[in-house]
T-cell receptor, first 115, second 115 residues
């Protein structure tokens, strides 16, 4: 399995419902980021959470980080059809206190919000 | 718009062609990146330039040749590509390269098809 694995791979919900996506990773990290990608487009940064933070909010987004379980979740509340996109977590992997020196992305969760 | 533009948006080339992808950022950033996004695979970092100096070459085949003439422009020169090189090529920039701790801003990508 890979660093930054998102779960589920695909999620289909109705407008107004909440969407929860999870990300698991294997190594130590300094921070974890969530990005969104509309079909065939570039990625857009959503939120960054540092390893010493447990929860962060931005508008309808809520991100949690549990470093003991090496996992993070992204919650989108009151979803809209415009939230339809792929969502990726990205981590700066560490080994022995040293960074790998790059962001490592997961394969993403495809979210579909039906009007 | 993220302030990062890429041209062309779509490119079809034969295996013997030579072409170049262009990326320009209008954010005053000092780091620029090339990523490859293939179907059903995680985003792969190819190259990193920080203050015009290449800091990362992620074992990319020599048929891909990057060029960074200044902090605002990044090129990816392509020659004798293979069909498996068909993918979405994404450019990104950040204030500076911080080994994965930076927030990156992505362009819309170039969809490349190698015949």
């Amino acid at each position: 399995s890979q660093q930054g694995e998102e779960d589920p791979q695909a999620l289909s919900i109705q407008e107004g419902e909440n969407a929860t996506m999870n990300c698991s990773y294997k190594t130590s990290i300094n921070n974890l980021q969530w990005y969104r990608q509309n079909s065939g487009r570039g990625l857009v940064h959503l939120i960054l959470i540092r390893s010493n933070e447990r929860e962060k909010h931005s508008g309808r987004l809520r991100v949690t980080l549990d470093t003991s379980k090496k996992s993070s979740s992204l919650l989108i509340t009151a979803s809209r059809a415009a939230d339809t996109a792929s969502y990726f977590c990205a981590t700066d992997r560490m080994r022995g206190g040293t960074s790998y020196g790059k962001l490592t992305f997961g394969q993403g969760t495809i979210l579909t919000v039906h009007p | 718009e993220t302030g990062v533009t890429q041209t062309p948006r779509h490119l079809v080339m034969g295996m013997t062609n030579k072409k170049s992808l262009k990326c320009e950022q209008h954010l005053g950033h000092n780091a620029m990146y090339w990523y490859k996004q293939s179907a059903k695979k995680p985003l792969e970092l190819m190259f990193v330039y920080n203050f015009k100096e290449q800091t990362e070459n992620n074992s990319v085949p020599s048929r891909f040749s990057p060029e960074c003439p200044n902090s605002s422009h990044l090129f990816l020169h392509l020659h004798t590509l293979q069909p498996e090189d068909s993918a979405l090529y994404l450019c990104a920039s950040s204030q500076e390269w911080r080994g994965g701790e930076e927030t990156q801003y992505f362009g819309p990508g170039t969809r490349l098809l190698v015949l």
